[in-house]
């Protein structure tokens, strides 16, 4: 593209981004905002230059996973707040990833925070802000039709790469990857590619050597210093780019993604074997 595309018309506002038409219809512009929310919305609140650091921080992991081979709705980074992506139907499935015991998860199943999941647990959550995006499993997505099993299969595989990925990339930063959110859409040729965004919004880091919270669970328990440790995850991803990672080596078997075994009480995931690489 030689001209500079320009945001045209509002095509949607939520509640860390806006996305905004322009000149060629198959690319959008995402802006990122200031805004901070938690408890679906229900806790609100503004952290200074937070858009500025998730659109930076997404922008070099995007293109970073491109290169790695996880297709991505990433084009450019346009400027501090603003970068152009394809435009994509967005997956009504989240992808929650989850390394080690946090959050609403350790709270669901009465463990300590931390706790080690051997293996990783992938869950599926329907997105939907209204219910509270709550967690299915793989029938739930097909029967309602929020998902075909091909794309839950792909959307799992993805998920897995992404998974190796971002914890090397993050360890080299002295960071600790403990869960993640993902979302998936469809591009205008009808191939799956990861959406949305991954930053200290949509991760929970933790510094690997203390263990201080970096990401927005100090905006969600008011520990303060919400600006700070998102600026402090963006200059280690930032001083670290293009350092050699370890990656793992294992070649997993994922054919087993398909849950459907008629119990109610099925896996709301499934599970995926824990690398060395990942290793505590």
């Known amino acids: 593209m030689n001209a500079r595309p320009e945001p045209r018309e509002l095509l949607y506002e939520g509640k860390a981004k806006q ?3 322009c000149d060629d219809a198959d690319v959008v512009i995402v802006r990122y905002k200031d805004d901070a929310t938690a408890f679906n919305a229900q806790k609100r609140g503004t952290v200074s230059d937070k858009g500025v650091v998730n659109n930076a921080v997404s922008a070099m992991l995007y293109g970073e996973l491109e290169a790695f081979g996880v297709p991505t709705h990433f084009v450019e980074q346009l400027g501090a707040r603003d970068q152009l992506v394809r435009r994509v139907t967005i997956v009504p499935v989240e992808v929650i990833v989850r390394n080690r015991a946090a959050g609403t998860f350790a709270k ?5 925070e931390g706790l080690e999941l051997d293996p990783v647990v992938v869950e599926w959550c329907y997105k939907s802000d209204p219910l509270g995006d709550p967690p299915m499993n793989t029938a739930t997505a097909v029967a309602l039709g929020l998902a075909d099993e091909a794309q839950l299969e792909a959307m799992f595989d993805y998920a897995a790469d992404v998974n190796d990925y971002l914890g090397a990339r993050f360890a080299v930063a002295g960071l600790e990857l ?3 959110k993902l979302e998936f859409g469809i591009d205008a040729a009808g191939e799956l590619r990861l959406a949305d965004e991954i930053s200290p919004d949509t991760c929970r880091l933790w510094d690997a050597e203390t263990g201080e919270k970096l990401d927005k669970d100090r905006f969600r328990r008011d520990l303060g210093g919400v600006e700070e440790a998102y600026q402090e995850v963006w200059k280690r991803l930032r001083d670290t780019q293009g ?3 370890e990656l793992p080596e294992d070649d997993f078997d994922l054919d087993h993604v398909h849950l459907d075994d008629g119990d109610d009480d099925a896996a709301l995931g499934a599970a995926l074997p824990r690398p060395g690489a990942h290793d505590a």
């Open 108 to 112: 669901r199943y009465g463990v300590d």
């Open 243 to 245: 350092r050699d990672l």
């Open 19 to 21: 996305v905004f038409a």
């Open 178 to 180: 403990v869960d993640f």
